[in-house]
T-cell receptor
Framework: GNSVTQMEGPVTLSEEAFLTINCTYT??????LFWYVQYPGEGLQLLLK?????DKGSNKGFEATYRKETTSFHLEKGSVQVSDSAVYFC???????????????FGRGTQLTVWP | DVKVTQSSRYLVKRTGEKVFLECVQD?????MFWYRQDPGLGLRLIYF???????EKGDIPEGYSVSREKKERFSLILESASTNQTSMYLC???????????FGPGTRLTVL
């Protein structure tokens, strides 16, 4: 079946530190991969996505590369800011063969807190 | 700007009450979703709908039902609320296929 495993938090960093949040997946088809972010008191919003192997998604200084050989989609940022404090969710959407809708499968989320 | 709105940000109900959570999207999206979010469990899919009057069970449909009479509105119904349904409920919509899901701000439901 389809599932996503992401590193457990919370993650606490100082401003300008390097960030990595690990995400690995299991999928039966040909998934697209996503990172969503949830700021305090808000719903989720798409941060970045990649639709095929070796694609790199990027947005707001965050990057993630779709690695089919390691079934991973790790989120990275070179220099975090206080405003990056949020919960980050890795997700996959399987609209490959046999799938009719392409629902999302989410990881459990990783809380990131950045201190000034 | 795309928008998904949910009828309430906070809701307090009593055990056994019938509860309606409403979600409206203004993007003419085909697909709509209801999730619940609990600490340490992430988002779990309750129900989704890929068209008007169509619905599919997600991973945790027990104790819930849904209604989609119009394209823009997707309602989640708790027939008889229980304390284990205390949670954050998130609605989302999507144009279709592999496109981005847009989320509402969530409804924090407390069942006493």
């Amino acid at each position: 079946g389809n599932s996503v495993t992401q590193m457990e938090g919370p993650v606490t960093l100082s401003e300008e530190a390097f960030l990595t949040i690990n995400c690995t997946y299991t999928a039966t088809g040909y998934p697209s991969l996503f990172w969503y972010v949830q700021y305090p008191g808000e719903g989720l919003q798409l941060l970045l996505k990649a639709t095929k192997a070796d694609d790199k998604g990027s947005n707001k200084g965050f990057e993630a590369t779709y690695r089919k050989e390691t079934t991973s989609f790790h989120l990275e940022k070179g220099s975090v800011q206080v405003s990056d404090s949020a919960v980050y969710f890795c997700a996959l959407s399987d609209i490959g063969r046999g799938s009719t809708l392409g629902r999302l499968y989410f990881g459990r989320g990783t809380q990131l807190t950045v201190w000034p | 700007d795309v928008k998904v709105t949910q009828s309430s940000r906070y809701l307090v109900k009593r055990t056994g009450e019938k509860v309606f959570l409403e979600c409206v999207q203004d993007m003419d999206h085909e697909n709509m979703f209801w999730y619940r979010q609990d600490p340490g469990l992430g988002l779990r899919l309750i129900y989704f709908s890929y068209d008007v009057k169509m619905k599919e069970k997600g991973d945790i449909p027990e104790g819930y039902s849904v209604s989609r009479e119009k394209k823009e509105r997707f309602s989640l119904i708790l027939e008889s609320a229980s304390t284990n349904q205390t949670s954050m409920y998130l609605c989302a919509s999507r144009e279709g296929g592999d496109n981005e899901q847009f989320f509402g701000p969530g409804t924090r439901l407390t069942v006493l």
